[in-house]
């Protein structure tokens, strides 16, 4: 029957399942909405930890944001409401997980499937862009699947660890740009770069600038010191998309529709996302 809208939900709507994450300002669990029957992810933060933090402008502004995103590949906020002490948000919840377990397990995705979640993000990026949204932290860890696989955007909102297992995890540097390096003025191309880093460690299993001490990752980094294992199962489109992306010259980048267009993702993506 017709959806009616809810002028205001409250915990009440929810019966809460099993904790699924945590964040630096509360935890996720697994919530079925009574009425739909409809499971989401229910995170639950706390005021205190929000004047503390003086988080709850942010909070709010992060939250009209995320309204506005409706984006197949961007992690849905469906609603939000709060009691005396927390302040509760309804997230899509995204079935199949962490995208980065997912790669640690199968140690690197087929061209295909890095192709599709290249495109995929490269997608959800225009959108973000045309919306005036960027920042989005396009980490592994910020990369979830849902039940058919497909690629969410989770963008943990601030300062949440998510529970990763990276070695690296704790300011994982290894997406940092040059031009963040350098601590110059960094804009939407930052996203460009990254796309060149995740497509190189969803074919290889690693970042392209790995190294034992973060000071050598920072130089090769600056350096752009981008090798190509010798392995068959990449081919010489894909290295050329990334040659592209990790271009030290934020201007030269590849844009995200030149992407989109390119011969790599137009031959392996799968169009259905
Ligand atoms: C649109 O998304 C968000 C919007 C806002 C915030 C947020 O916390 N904002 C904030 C908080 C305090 C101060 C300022 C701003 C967080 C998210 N997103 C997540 O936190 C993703 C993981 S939780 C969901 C989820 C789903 N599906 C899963 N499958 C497995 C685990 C899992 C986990």
């Not at 005021?47 to 003086?54: A, D, G, I, S, T």
């Not at 001490?213 to 010191?225: E, Y």
């Amino acid at each position: 029957e017709k959806q009616r809208k809810k002028e205001e939900w409250s915990l009440a709507d929810f019966e809460i399942g099993k904790f699924i994450g945590e964040g630096k300002f509360g935890k996720v669990y697994l919530a079925r909405e009574k009425q739909s029957g409809y499971v989401v992810a229910l995170k639950v933060i706390f005021k205190k930890k929000l004047e503390k933090y003086r988080f709850h402008a942010h909070l709010r502004r992060e939250i009209e944001i995320q309204h506005g995103l409706n984006h197949p590949n961007v992690l849905r906020l469906f609603a939000w409401f709060h009691d005396a002490t927390r302040v509760f948000l309804v997230l899509e919840f995204a079935a199949r997980g962490e995208l980065y377990k997912v790669l640690r397990k199968l140690h690197h995705f087929s061209e295909k499937r890095a192709a599709t979640y290249i495109a995929s993000l490269a997608g959800a990026l225009v959108y973000c862009h045309e919306k005036h949204v960027i920042h989005r932290d396009i980490k592994p860890e910020n990369l979830l699947l849902d039940i058919e696989g497909r690629l969410k955007i989770a963008d943990f909102g601030w300062a949440v660890q998510s529970n990763a297992k990276r070695k690296t995890m704790c300011g994982t540097i290894d997406y940092l740009a040059p031009e963040m390096v350098e601590n110059k003025a960094h804009d939407y191309a930052v996203d460009n770069w990254t796309l060149g880093i995740l497509c190189y460690e969803f074919l290889y299993g690693i970042p392209p600038f790995e190294a034992e001490d973060q000071k050598d990752t920072l130089n090769r980094i600056v350096k752009v010191d981008l090798k190509f294992p010798s392995t068959p199962h990449v081919s010489a489109e894909a290295k050329e998309l990334i040659s592209k992306l990790l271009v030290k010259d934020s201007s030269k980048r590849l844009s995200l529709k030149n992407i989109l267009k390119h011969p790599w993702i137009v031959k392996n993506a799968d169009p259905t996302g």
